[in-house]
């Protein structure tokens, strides 16, 4: 089976601050990709970063960076200098090699927001 | 930049009556499927297709049908729609069905409001 674990409901911070959004993943995959969502008020599933398990170098697209440490599965995502348009809800997921299904495993979400 | 277009966006139903929920890619991807997503149940699987003419069930799948005639389309079919099935319904589609599937990014729709009274 697979899991994802999201610990944090809420977050705030202040604009032009860093922030981590934790999360955890459980999985008996040697093989799978962790993924990073942000879905804004508006609804839409915004796809954001990608980490490969066999991937040596944390991923970094732009202002996101994602923290991989496969020793203690744990894959936060890491938004620097925060804007206001990064208030959201983001959510932490995890496909493996024998996901049932080719299933994208989800977190429940932290909601992110940012003040000015 | 089409990528994934879903059809309505918002709908209310009465209980009883049927539709579908359109789902068009153009992104050539194999793997397309349906989810919904209600509070603190999160996103749930309902029908995934790994090709056109291929489907199969996903974890919730009971009062829904798809079918998969081209690899572009993944209509979603309520047969006769349920207080139970209001929810936020969203198509994600990737690039591969095959083991190599786990490095792929679903691609997602801006979703389908859907109220049934």
């Known amino acids: 089976a697979q899991k994802i674990t999201q610990t944090q409901p809420g977050m705030f911070v202040q604009e032009k601050e860093a922030v981590t959004l934790d999360c955890t993943y459980d999985t008996s995959d040697p093989s799978y990709g962790l993924f990073w969502y942000k879905q804004p008020s508006s609804g839409e599933m915004i796809f954001l970063i990608y980490q490969g398990s066999y991937d040596q170098q944390n991923a970094t697209e732009g202002r996101y960076s994602l923290n991989f440490q496969k020793a203690r599965k744990s894959a936060n995502l890491v938004i620097s200098a925060s804007q206001l348009g990064d208030s959201a809800m983001y959510f932490c997921a995890m496909r493996g090699r024998g996901s049932t299904l080719g299933r994208l495993y989800f977190g429940r979400g932290t909601q992110l927001t940012v003040w000015p | 930049n089409a990528g994934v277009t879903q059809t309505p966006k918002f709908q209310v139903l009465k209980t009883g009556q049927s539709m579908t929920l359109q789902c068009a890619q153009d992104?050539?991807?194999?793997?397309m499927s349906w989810y919904r997503q209600d509070p603190g149940m999160g996103l749930r699987l309902i029908h995934y297709s790994v090709g056109a003419g291929i489907t199969d069930q996903g974890e919730v799948p009971n009062g829904y049908n798809v079918s998969r005639s081209t690899t572009e389309d993944f209509p979603l079919r309520l047969l006769s729609a349920a207080p139970s099935q209001t929810s936020v319904y969203f198509c994600?589609?990737?690039?591969?069905?095959?083991?190599?599937?786990?490095?792929?990014?679903?691609?997602f729709g801006n979703g389908t409001r859907l109220t049934v009274t």
């Open positions: 992104m050539n991807h194999e793997y």
């Open positions: 994600a589609s990737s690039w591969t069905s095959s083991g190599d599937s786990y490095n792929s990014p679903l691609h």
